[in-house]
């Protein structure tokens, strides 16, 4: 039997979801009020009928698979927007590897860039190794597996939208009584999967202007 993807997630999907995208931001036990506004905002912008099951209350793998249903394509696709989670500050560190594995097996999802991508984990307690960046190679198969990800929900598409900024952060310097305390990159420079990043909010875009009909100026 060919597993197809909801044209439309349910309440129940939808909180489970980000509940589970939660429990992956939390996994570094550091989470922001700036990340505590977002996700309240994420939520009513999703619409979900009753927020304060989602607010700030992780998920267990167990619940995460039921509230998400038997589809294995809406199980593979919310492991995609998890990894997206993950490493979206450019570091994938084992707490993060350790929930996403346990996900993956309460969903009955085996998916070979997950194997990859542990090859490129590092403790962000560990200076040395957080500096460093995976080989290009480890991480071809996770960009490609991540660019599979199709857009069919407009809440997931508007939840991308808000996630994934609209352009690479500039570069800058802090400075102090005139002299340069640290020199910070542009977040296309820490993530090596921000193209993926920008290719998903792409098809995010495409899909509420030409499939729904929205006005997408807002996001641009």
Known sequence: MVSIAP???????????????????WADGDFTETEQSLIAN?????????PDTVLFKTISAADLAEGLGQSKITAENFLRTAVLVA????????????I?????????????????????LCD????????EHPHPDLLHPVKDWL??????????????????PPQCPFERDITLFGRKL???PPLCKLNPLYEQLVGLRFRALSYLADDCQEDVSAYI
């Open 147 to 164: 660019d599979g990800m199709a857009i069919h929900d407009p809440r997931l598409a508007r939840f991308i939208c808000h996630l994934v």
């Open 87 to 98: 490493i979206a500050d450019g570091l994938y560190s084992p707490p993060e590897a350790e």
């Open 182 to 184: 640290v020199h910070i």
């Open 42 to 50: 994420l939520t009513q912008e999703m619409g979900c009928s009753d």
């Open 124 to 131: 962000p307690q560990d200076t040395e190794t957080a500096q």
């Open 7 to 25: 044209a439309h997630y349910t309440d129940v999907q939808i909180a489970a979801w980000l509940r589970g995208l939660l429990t992956i931001a």
């Open 100 to 120: 996403l594995k346990d996900f993956s097996v309460a969903l009955g999802i085996k998916v070979k860039a997950l194997e990859s991508l542990e090859h490129t």
